[in-house]
Antibody
Framework: EVQLLESGGGLVQPGGSLRLSCSAS????????MSWVRQAPGKGLEWVST????????YYADSVKGRFTISRDTSKNTLYLQMNSLRAEDTAVYYC????????????WGQGTTVTVSS | QSVLTQPPSASGTPGQRVTISCSGT????????VNWYQQLPGTAPKLLIY???QRPPGVPDRFSGSKSGTSASLAISGLQSEDEANYYC???????????FGGGTKLTVL
């Protein structure tokens, strides 16, 4: 079964850091680009970051550029999101997602992990 | 504010056909495939339509997508109560170099 399982969310103070993980199973992890998408409470979906299948290319939303870093470890079938200088507006449920080729969207999603930035 | 414009809400009665529009620009819808997601309350999003009009396995043929120029539409025919959800359009944007999501449309089945 194709599955994504996020972890690492929690409560953090403004200015703090957190690292999210997304464990993948049931597919050849190294063959697919992966993304992080977040959803603030009561709001819509917001794309955060994408990493290519090889890991050689990364893309970020302007709202997180310079603060967040996406990476992947093929040996562990795991996707990461390092989040630094966190702000209240980063509070959201963070989903990892597997991408289809050719910009055909994200066909597998995790259940999400909650990040709360508050003092 | 999203670069894609969707109506915030839509509604219909069981059995009806409803459409949800998504308006963009030449750098997103005009250049790239449009994908649609369904998000049921309290759950993760689900890919509903990809590449403008393709359905992933398991998605009923009641759901269909189309694209023309810088606009796209999602149509749901034979509306059912379980279709009550939020729907998002999402193409890649060449100018922003990233995915863009519409603001979402909350579909209510009356």
């Amino acid at each position: 079964e194709v599955q994504l399982l996020e972890s690492g969310g929690g409560l953090v103070q403004p200015g703090g850091s957190l690292r999210l993980s997304c464990s993948a199973s049931g597919f050849t992890f190294s063959s697919y680009a992966m993304s992080w998408v977040r959803q603030a409470p009561g709001k819509g979906l917001e794309w955060v970051s994408t990493i290519s299948a090889s890991g050689g290319s990364t893309y970020y939303a302007d709202s997180v550029k310079g603060r967040f870093t996406i990476s992947r470890d093929t040996s562990k079938n795991t996707l990461y999101l390092q989040m630094n200088s966190l702000r209240a507006e980063d509070t959201a449920v963070y989903y990892c997602a597997k991408e289809l080729p050719l910009l055909h969207g994200m066909d597998v999603w995790g259940q999400g992990t909650t990040v709360t930035v508050s003092s | 504010q999203s670069v894609l414009t969707q109506p915030p809400s839509a509604s219909g009665t069981p059995g009806q056909r409803v459409t949800i529009s998504c308006s963009g620009t030449s750098s997103n819808i005009g250049s790239n495939p449009v994908n649609w997601y369904q998000q049921l309350p309290g759950t993760a999003p689900k890919l509903l339509i990809y590449n403008n009009n393709q359905r992933p396995p398991g998605v009923p043929d009641r759901f269909s997508g189309s694209k023309s120029g810088t606009s796209a539409s999602l149509a749901i025919s034979g509306l059912q109560s379980e279709d009550e959800a939020n729907y998002y359009c999402a193409p890649w944007d060449d100018s922003l170099d990233g995915w863009v999501f519409g603001g979402g449309t909350k579909l209510t089945v009356l």
